[in-house]
Nanobody
Framework: VQLQASGGGLVQAGGSLRLSCVAS????????MGWYRQAPGKQRESVAG???????SYPESVKGRFAISRDIAKNTVYLQMNSLKPEDTGVYYC?????????WGQGTLVTVSS
């Protein structure tokens, strides 16, 4: 099982990006999925989560600006990021609970310029 994240890049403050994370391999079940980010010199933090039932959660720092969604048929989770701020800069990782195990993607870099 592998997770492949994509969609990162350089964007100006106030702009938008959409991240994607595709799960591939021998997949029998996918439960919760989520996005995390790690800014330079900081610990990895959760920015969005979605349960197998579709319930979503966000920290206050991104609430109202980020939206997580999933396409079950495509084994894909998305992160729509709007009104980006320089403090949103970091490497974004996806994770997923697949076949009753937790997997991480390789990360995609998001840089927000002021």
């Amino acid at each position: 099982v592998q997770l492949q994240a994509s969609g990162g890049g350089l964007v100006q403050a106030g702009g938008s990006l959409r991240l994607s994370c595709v799960a591939s391999g021998s997949i029998f079940s996918i439960g919760s999925m989520g996005w995390y980010r790690q800014a330079p010199g900081k610990q990895r933090e959760s920015v969005a989560g979605i349960t197998g039932g579709g319930s979503t959660s966000y920290p206050e720092s991104v609430k109202g600006r980020f939206a997580i969604s999933r396409d079950i048929a495509k084994n894909t989770v998305y992160l729509q990021m709007n009104s980006l701020k320089p403090e949103d800069t970091g490497v974004y990782y996806c994770d997923a609970y697949i076949n009753r195990q937790s997997y991480w993607g390789q990360g995609t870099l998001v840089t927000v310029s002021s």
